[in-house]
């Protein structure tokens, strides 16, 4: 019997689909899986279906041809949105669907659209429905995402985000007079509240980087607003623009900071000099360059959770209220000095 290597050898697939909805981040980790796919078929058409808030992600993902919106949680939930979904993707006729996401939605959608080859991780709750099952022992993201693609012949490769022409023209609008200073964003917020590092701490940071010559600005979602409110101290407030604009911000930036959030792993894709700002999750999950770093108190109790939470379960906080501002600017600091 042949191997699904074998056959894409025999037969390179004209189109690939990835299916990866999940949160923004991880179609940021899933970049390097494009990249991947993308130098191992460079005359194939690599198409994404995510979910609408990782639309612009995708969009600034180098290699993808056409992402696919799956709105899973709106006007796409249920069976009937998810029969829907297929039908449009059968249009395009994939020969091979990759599923970074573990989910039984994602392998049920490439199913139900009559998709023939469907590779996924062994341990996805999904992987009754597919055709190939791929074993890893990786930790890091996209160590482990470079273990599926390499069951498809193709080699490990990077993060990689590239942001539009428009996006840039917004942000540099939206910037004005400071587009050509030098810039430190500042990302706020994050899907779990137990991973947002509190604003009297971020409005210390954000004071202690105008001391050093920069141009804090702040970035996030229309729910960051009411932080940055309480953030404030003379930065650029750009939260609630869109994630395009705030990905063409984060790549005019000298230098980005913020929680374990998407917006913080895109500026790492994008090359800015990065620092992380962990609590309730692990930086052991990421691959950090030499111009990266994950801040943490390492306590006991960190980290409780893999993605975050919606409380702490002690109720003290303690891995992101107790974590200085010092700390993170010393961090700051060592990046830009690479």
Not at 34 to 53: F, G, H, N, T, Y
Not at 100 to 129: C, K, T, V, Y
């Amino acid at each position: 019997m042949t191997t699904l290597q074998q056959r894409l050898e025999a037969r390179p697939p004209p189109r690939v689909l990835v299916i990866q909805t999940a949160f923004l981040g991880d179609t940021v980790f899933t970049s390097a899986l494009v990249q991947s796919l993308a130098q191992k078929w460079p005359r194939a058409e690599i198409d994404l279906c995510v979910a609408p808030r990782a639309r612009d992600v995708a969009q600034a993902i180098p290699g993808v041809a056409h992402v696919h919106l799956f709105d899973k949680r709106g006007q796409d939930r249920g069976l009937t949105g998810l029969r829907r979904i297929a039908a449009r993707l059968r249009t395009r006729q994939y020969p091979l669907a990759v599923l970074p996401h573990r989910s039984l939605r994602s392998a049920l959608l490439a199913r139900l659209a009559q998709i023939p080859e469907r590779a996924g991780f062994a341990d996805a709750s999904g992987a009754l429905f597919y055709t190939a099952r791929v074993r890893t022992q990786a930790r890091a993201f996209i160590d482990k995402e470079a273990d599926l693609v390499r069951a498809l012949g193709a080699e490990q490769a990077a993060m990689a985000l590239r942001p539009l022409a428009a996006w840039l023209g917004a942000a540099r609008a939206a910037l004005g007079r400071s587009a050509a200073e030098p810039l430190a964003s500042v990302c706020l917020g994050s899907e779990w509240e137990t991973k947002i590092w509190p604003a009297p701490r971020v409005a210390a940071l954000v004071r202690l980087l105008r001391g050093r010559g920069f141009v804090p600005v702040l970035l996030g979602g229309p729910r960051e607003r009411a932080l940055a409110r309480e953030v404030n101290c003379g930065s650029l407030d750009t939260t609630g623009n869109s994630v395009g604009e705030a990905l063409a911000i984060l790549s005019l930036s000298a230098l980005a900071v913020g929680g374990d959030t998407g917006l913080v792993h895109a500026a790492r894709a994008l090359g800015v000099p990065t620092v992380a700002v962990f609590g309730p999750t692990t930086p052991s999950v990421h691959n950090f360059g030499p111009r990266e770093r994950a801040v943490s108190l390492g306590l006991d109790c960190s980290p409780c959770s893999a993605h975050g939470s919606r409380r702490c379960p002690l109720g003290h906080h303690r891995c992101l209220r107790d974590l200085d501002e010092d700390r993170v600017a010393a961090a700051c600091q060592a990046v830009l000095a690479v």
